[in-house]
C-alpha cells in the first residue's frame, strides 16, 4: 500500500493545491493512511479561475467538505469514494486595467506551476511505471481501482455577478445542481487489460440555470454570500 499511498497523496495534493488555500497536508496524509480522509470548510483560491485566461477573478468560494474512503484491504473489489459537498463559488469581472495587471502575474505564476509541474509529473510517471511495470498484479489492481471509483458530488451553486459591465445595474447568472454521481457501467463488463478503457455512468439530479437581472447597485452576493446558507441559493 505504500506505492499507492505515495501516488494518491502526490495527485491530491497537486490538484487540490491548486484550488484550494491553506491545504492541511499533515491531515491529508493521516487520513490517507488509515483510508479515511476528511477535509471540512475549504477556501478557495482567488486565483482559481487562472487556468481559464479570462478577465475573471474569485470573489467567494467555499467548499464545504471533501471525504475520501479508500480501502487499502479490498482495493480490488471495493471502490474508492469521492464525496465533495456544498461547493458554493462567485466569480466577478476585472476592469481593463486590473485584468492586465491580473494578467502578468497569472502568466509568471503559470510559468512557475509548469516548472513545478513537470518535475512532478516526471515523479508520477516514475511511480506509476514502478506500479504497472513489469507486475502483472499490481497492473490489474491499479486499473481495477481506476475502474471502480465512485465520485459524487452534491449542493453545488456557481455564480457570476457582474456589476461593471451595464451602468447602474448588477446581473447574475449562475448554475446549481443537487447532486452529480460517476460510477462504474456494469452492463460494459469488465476492462480490456491491453487497452484499458473506463466506461463510467453519470447521473445529474436537479440541474438548474438562472439570469437574475437587478436593476439595483447593490451586492447580490459578493461578500455577503458567505453568511447565508447554501439552501437560500436554490
Known amino acids: 500500500n505504500t506505492m499507492f499511498e505515495g501516488v494518491i497523496s502526490s495527485i491530491l495534493t497537486k490538484y487540490l493545491s491548486r484550488y484550494v488555500q491553506n491545504l492541511n497536508t499533515e491531515q491529508l496524509s493521516m487520513g490517507l493512511f488509515g483510508g479515511d480522509i476528511e477535509l471540512l470548510d475549504l477556501e478557495v483560491r482567488d486565483d482559481a479561475l487562472d487556468g481559464m485566461h479570462l478577465p475573471l477573478q474569485v470573489k467567494r468560494g467555499t467548499i464545504g467538505r471533501i ?8 482495493l480490488g473489489s471495493s471502490p474508492i469514494v469521492v464525496t465533495v459537498s456544498d461547493i458554493l463559488l462567485v466569480a466577478a469581472p ?48 491499479l486499473q481495477k481501482i481506476l475502474d471502480n471509483i465512485v465520485v459524487n458530488i ?24 443537487e447532486s452529480l454521481i460517476l460510477q462504474k457501467d456494469s452492463s460494459r463488463g469488465d476492462e480490456n487489460e491491453s487497452t484499458p478503457l473506463y466506461y463510467k455512468v453519470v447521473e445529474l439530479s436537479s440541474f438548474t440555470a438562472y439570469l437574475n437581472p437587478n436593476p439595483r447597485k447593490e451586492t447580490l452576493l459578493g461578500r455577503q454570500v458567505g453568511h447565508l446558507p447554501l439552501e437560500a441559493f436554490k
Open 94 to 141: 476585472l476592469s481593463n486595467q486590473v485584468w492586465e495587471e491580473e494578467e502578468e502575474r497569472k502568466l509568471a505564476r503559470i510559468k512557475k506551476r509548469k516548472q513545478l509541474d513537470k518535475m512532478e509529473q516526471q515523479r508520477l510517471e516514475d511511480a506509476h511505471q514502478t506500479l504497472s511495470g513489469g507486475d502483472t498484479f499490481t497492473k490489474r489492481l
Open 154 to 177: 452534491t449542493n453545488v451553486h456557481i455564480c457570476y455577478e457582474d456589476s461593471v459591465s451595464l451602468p447602474e445595474q448588477t446581473f447574475t447568472f449562475g448554475i446549481s445542481l
Open 67 to 74: 471525504h475520501m474512503q479508500i480501502p487499502w484491504r479490498s
